[in-house]
């Protein structure tokens, strides 16, 4: 009967872990997301403002602007192009939020850096045994405190589950 009782708890556990990975991770999204459309919007009244002053009519600005559009030109390219690693840091924290949910919080976690293009940051941590806790308020793999941001490919594993041997490099 004890037994039952804990799995119980252990998947409430879970599943109130999991709501909160979720919760976190489209707070953070909507953040990404409107410091982006903010930046892209001064970039266009900057663009806007700069093209009128020089001399430009509303109608030629608009054209330009229609083409930077639909040829993904310095503005609106950009602002395509900095959407893709913030989904795809997203889609990596969600995953990240359902592994913690599953392996659980009270364990000693261990980085692990994919050594190809490995940040300075993130090859400091490769190896290194936290818990949990001690990786959040660090920074967690794709949570920005990296100089690789969302383009973070690292992993925390439990520490039981891994070892790593150290890494040399050379001069």
């Known amino acids: 009967m004890a ?11 879970m599943r109130q872990s999991t709501r909160e990975g979720i919760q976190r991770e489209l707070d953070t999204l909507d953040i990404l997301l409107m410091a982006k459309v903010n930046r892209t919007a001064i970039t266009l009244d900057e663009y806007v403002q700069f093209r009128l002053t020089q001399g430009a009519t509303l109608g030629a600005v608009r054209s330009e602007l229609l083409k930077d559009l639909s040829e993904g030109g310095r503005i609106f390219g950009e602002f395509k192009r900095a959407l893709q690693p913030t989904f795809t840091g997203s889609i990596n924290r969600f995953r990240d939020a359902g592994a913690l949910a599953e392996m659980g919080i009270f364990k000693k976690y261990r980085w692990v850096a994919v050594l190809i293009n490995t940040c300075p940051d993130c090859l400091d941590r490769h190896g290194r045994t936290q818990a949990w806790a001690e990786w959040e308020e660090e920074g967690l793999p794709r949570s920005g405190a990296t100089v690789c941001r969302e383009n973070c490919k690292c992993v925390l594993l439990p520490a039981e589950a891994t070892a790593l041997e150290p890494i040399y490099r050379g001069n």
């Open 3 to 13: 037994s039952v009782a804990k799995d119980r708890f252990d998947d409430y556990e």
